[in-house]
């Protein structure tokens, strides 16, 4: 964490050694995730049973990636996940490898932009090593779905990093480059709609440009500390000169310079509450009930920071139950360290900064507009703490005493630091191996939740283990409240069984609980089929499909339904929607080639099949079509 005065070539090398490290040390605690599975959270929708995703960058993908998708907008992250699909496959290793790397990228931009604003290239190292392997950063980098945490932070670096260098020189064009990678940032998700007030703190400190002379670009001059030795051949490290003062007039220049970033912001953040609010993702908590819980939960992730275990892949919210001592707890804890940041703001500058940085950036996700039912999320502090971060390694260069404890025990003590994080996060990722793993694991962690026993019971029933499945689903149900959910996946449970009447009770309740559940609408109509009910059952799959009207499977069922009453036209125009979706789908193929033989149009029905018998050679059902259509003509033509 020190740093010694040393010449610009012997610092070029120090940074590229403090790179490879950093790249090494990432890929040594996460190439593991390389070989493990999807999860069955979130993996299946963005990209596991993803038609879109699995085509890869396509025409249709690109104009698919424009519109909201589970209650987001983020076209950049749908297009990173089609590339995966289109180099790698759709196995989740290259899904899992992407991840990784752009986390070592974002590793490294954080080095390199903290050296560059500062000037101390040890302390940056550091303090992107922190970021590198620390524990609460498992969850976005070994989950798929959270490929949008890796890319947005990744282009957000990228834009800080430019804009670092935007004050260094002065020159408009790396202003626009870093407003340009904002705005993709914003595109792969909008979590970083605070960077702005990020750069305004970075101009206090280190920048230096809300001074009363501070109207030109910083140079590395002016920026980097004093490194003049006291005498000859010393290595004490220098101390941190204090920010030169504070001009209201260079503040609101400085301000106004971030009019475009501020309105991007602001474009986005509403675009991100519509998507959220028109997918019903919003939960409706009383304001009160949301400050106390954000006020807790600040403190909760310095706790998770400071003692990373018992990480769980979901923290119920408690709803009502906020106990009064922790909230007063938190309140005094935020307001004394808030207190302190400002009275050593001359001092330490560092202080008041990071703790800003970590108090603003978790605004978007600290639940004042509470977005699922989860209490908090480790996910949400990939960025934020890096403002913690910052702020204790620069606290702990300064603070030391000089000579013995500051050259060498600090240093020492900051390597067997990183050394301990690097274990415990290489433990958390292997969690993350499959879903039955992830599941065990948090339901340890956290005590009757409900929502992960539902998750537990989905995972075994995907390890085809359906009757501890059943006792998953039915203890969520005992200790949660109300959830359609549940019923439904309990429901489905008991229809591997065979179990079709206890399967059908608890698809009613699922669907009388909530009327929107897909899954509900399609057990009962599935049910409703195999008892010869026809006409109820095609009512339910109608409304399945009518809420799920971009799922090919959702026409798929239509159109197999429709076959088998003969009404071979509607199965057809079904069929061929369902094919529109998703060209792949070859049962779709399968189910318009039997629509079309109830039309008579053999032909055609034969040309289908022939195709789909070269796609599957070894899918006995196709050959037996193929043979059943060839002769319903043959017989056709003897009349």
């Not at 709803?319 to 935020?334: E, H, K």
Request: aromatic share 12%; net charge neutral.
């Amino acid at each position: 964490m020190s740093q010694s005065p040393v010449s610009p070539s012997a610092d070029r090398r120090a940074r590229f050694l403090f790179c490879v490290l950093l790249v090494a040390s990432t890929f040594a605690v996460y190439w593991q995730a390389v070989g493990f599975s999807f999860i069955n959270i979130d993996d299946p929708t963005y990209a596991s049973q993803n038609p879109q995703v699995q085509a890869g960058l396509t025409l249709a993908g690109l104009r698919w990636s424009l519109a909201v998708h589970d209650c987001n907008w983020i076209p950049l992250t749908w297009l990173s996940l089609m590339l995966d699909s289109t180099l790698f496959g759709i196995g989740p290793a290259g899904y899992h490898a992407t991840n990784v790397v752009l986390h070592a990228a974002n590793a490294l931009i954080l080095f390199l932009a903290l050296a560059s604003a500062t000037g101390y290239t040890a302390r940056g190292a550091f303090v992107a090593a922190l970021f590198a392997l620390h524990p609460l950063h498992v969850e976005s980098v070994a989950w798929v779905a959270e490929r949008k945490d890796v890319l947005s932070i990744f282009f957000g670096l990228l834009s800080l990093w430019t804009y670092v260098r935007y004050t260094r020189v002065g020159m408009a064009r790396w202003f626009l480059g870093s407003l340009l990678l904002f705005l993709c940032s914003l595109l792969s998700k909008p979590t970083l709609v605070t960077l702005p007030f990020v750069f305004l703190l970075l101009d206090y400190w280190p920048l230096r440009r809300l001074g009363p002379k501070s109207g030109e670009p910083t140079t590395a001059k002016t920026r980097a500390p004093d490194r003049k030795r006291r005498s000859r051949g010393s290595q004490e490290t220098p101390r941190e000169a204090p920010p030169q003062g504070f001009s209201r007039a260079t503040f609101f220049r400085r301000l106004v310079e971030k009019i475009p970033f501020l309105a991007a912001a602001a474009a986005f953040s509403s675009i991100a509450f519509f998507a959220q609010s028109t997918g019903g993702a919003i939960a409706t908590y009383p304001f009160s009930v949301r400050c106390q819980n954000a006020v807790c939960v600040y403190l909760s992730y310095l706790e998770k920071a400071a003692y990373p275990v018992d990480l769980a892949v979901y923290y119920p919210h408690p709803g009502f139950d906020i106990p009064w001592a922790s909230l007063a707890i938190a309140v005094l804890f935020l307001t004394a360290v808030t207190a302190a940041t400002l009275a050593f703001i001359r001092r330490y500058p560092f202080l008041f900064v990071g703790w800003l940085w970590y108090l603003g950036t978790l605004v978007p996700m600290i639940g004042l507009v509470q977005i699922g039912g989860q209490q908090m999320a480790d996910r949400y502090t990939y960025f934020p703490l890096i403002g913690v971060c910052l702020a204790v390694v620069w606290l702990g260069a300064e603070a030391a005493p000089a000579g013995f404890v500051l050259q060498r025990a600090l240093p020492l003590a900051g390597l067997a630091w990183l050394g301990l994080l690097a274990s415990l996060t290489f433990a958390q990722a292997s969690y993350w191996h499959d879903s039955v793993t992830l599941m065990r694991h948090a339901q340890a962690c956290t005590a009757d939740n409900s929502a992960i026993r539902v998750y537990l019971g989905t995972a075994l029933l995907d390890e085809n283990s359906p009757e501890e499945a059943v006792s998953e689903f039915q203890a969520a149900i005992r200790v949660g409240a109300p959830d359609a959910s549940a019923h439904s996946d309990l429901a489905y449970a008991y229809e591997v069984l065979g179990r079709k009447e206890g399967a059908f009770a608890e698809y009613g309740i699922a669907a009388s609980l909530d009327p929107q559940l897909v899954e509900a609408q399609n057990g009962i109509a599935r049910i409703l089929s195999d008892r010869g009910e026809y006409s109820e059952a095609r009512r339910h799959f109608e409304r399945a499909q009518q809420l799920d009207a971009d799922n090919p499977l959702a026409y798929l069922r239509l159109a197999a339904l429709c076959v088998k009453t003969g009404d071979f036209a509607q199965g057809l125009a079904y069929a061929e929607h369902g094919l529109e979706l998703d060209p792949r789908l070859y049962a779709c193929d399968l189910a318009a080639a039997q629509a079309l033989r109830g039309l008579g149009r053999y032909d055609d029905a034969i040309r289908r099949l022939e195709t789909l018998s070269k796609i599957a050679p070894d899918d006995a059902g196709v050959q037996q079509e193929l043979a059943q259509t060839l002769a319903q003509r043959r017989a056709s033509s003897g009349k």
